[in-house]
T-cell receptor, first 110, second 113 residues
């Protein structure tokens, strides 16, 4: 059975801290790993990763995939209160079906 | 802009009622999904549709059915609502490209009393 596991489930940091969110996956015929950010509404897309070792970066956020060890990390540097959200990781196989993990709830305190 | 629209933001229904949650997307996407989201459990896939009239069960299909008569519309049906189906329901769509992001609706918070 396909499975995606995120850790930690919740995290509290102070502004300026750097955080690392983890995502491990077991997805049949794996094609891509996606990260989303969810505030009080619909999840919004952050990154899609398909190749090992190639970092994707957007401002203070970056992510990388390890297809040998079946995991991905999402890094956020110099955190701000606006980074407070649930971060969701999803694995996709060749059918296009998306399997999500439990999410990591990040709280950034001023 | 891709738009995925769910018919209701909030719904309150009684135990035993038949409930319809509607989702419409305007990007001609082949794939559509229904998830429920509960604290600590993330998004769990209820049903997935990869074409009109085609569907596949997700991880938690019990107590739910779906209908996809037109490409743009994917309906989730609770045949007889129960209190343990109180949850946030999220619809999403994506193109058939193997590596493509999914776009989400705003969610429907369903309370069954």
């Amino acid at each position: 059975e396909d499975k995606v596991v995120q850790s930690p489930l919740s995290l509290v940091v102070h502004e300026g801290d750097t955080v690392t969110l983890n995502c491990s996956y077991e997805v049949t015929n794996f094609r891509s790993l996606l990260w989303y950010k969810q505030e009080k509404k619909a999840p919004t897309f952050l990154f899609m990763l398909t190749s090992s070792g190639i970092e994707k970066k957007s401002g203070r956020l970056s992510s990388i995939l390890d297809k040998k060890e079946l995991f991905s990390i999402l890094n956020i540097t110099a955190t701000q209160t606006g980074d407070s959200a649930i971060y969701l990781c999803a694995g996709s196989g060749n059918t296009g079906k998306l399997i999500f993990g439990q999410g990591t709830t990040l709280q950034v305190k001023p | 802009d891709v738009k995925v629209t769910q018919s209701s933001r909030y719904l309150v229904k009684r135990t035993g009622e038949k409930v319809f949650l509607e989702c419409v997307q305007d990007m001609d996407h082949e794939n559509m999904f229904w998830y429920r989201q509960d604290p600590g459990l993330g998004l769990r896939l209820i049903y997935f549709s990869y074409d009109v009239k085609m569907k596949e069960k997700g991880d938690i299909p019990e107590g739910y059915s779906v209908s996809r008569e037109k490409k743009e519309r994917f309906s989730l049906i609770l045949e007889s609502a129960s209190t343990n189906q109180t949850s946030m329901y999220l619809c999403a769509s994506s193109p058939p490209t193997r590596n493509a992001e999914a776009f989400f609706g705003q969610g429907t918070r369903l309370t069954v009393v």
